[in-house]
């Protein structure tokens, strides 16, 4: 099963989401992340946090979500402009949920509250990610609409 953490410019969350979840998922379960209109880079923050929690940011880049390399199963918007955007044609008939999360680049202030708010948003998509991968996964891939409702209740979770 392919998900895909889903945002407009694909630099903060939708990457802080993808690599969360690849460090955390069980064997047949793959994330991707991709914008409507990426920013072309990853956020340096996003990969120096990544890295002091210990998870690989070896691949990871800001892309169109008209470049993925499989059509995705579940789509899961990170950010309010994503969740209003249109999804392409091409993903078809996908389970979507909105997970939207603060983006933490437009936090301005110190370096310590920069990193807070970063710090914040991954330990969000973390809780979250981990309350999917508790799901008896193996039943709800074949019920899409308890799956849809899991995953619902899953995005207004705080940790």
């Not at 392919?2 to 994330?31: D, K, Q």
Request: contains cysteine; hydrophobic residues 40%.
């Amino acid at each position: 099963m392919n998900v895909l953490f889903l945002c407009t410019g694909n630099s903060c969350r939708s990457v802080l989401g993808e690599a969360t979840f690849n460090h955390l998922a069980p064997e047949g379960w793959r994330a991707l992340s991709a914008g409507s209109k990426p920013a072309g880079y990853v956020h340096p923050r996003s990969l120096a946090l990544l890295e002091r929690e210990g998870i690989s940011t070896e691949g990871y880049f800001s892309k169109s979500w008209n470049d993925l390399p499989v059509t995705p199963d579940i789509v899961l918007s990170v950010c309010g402009n994503a969740a209003n955007e249109t999804c392409p044609a091409y993903l078809g008939p996908v389970l979507r949920s909105h997970w939207g999360v603060e983006d933490p680049a437009h936090v301005e202030g110190s370096d310590a509250e920069i990193d807070a708010a970063f710090m914040t948003t991954y330990r969000i998509l973390r809780h979250r990610i981990e309350q999917f991968l508790a799901l008896p996964l193996n039943e709800l891939k074949n019920n899409r609409d308890q799956l849809k409702l899991e995953l619902d209740r899953i995005s207004t979770l705080l940790p």
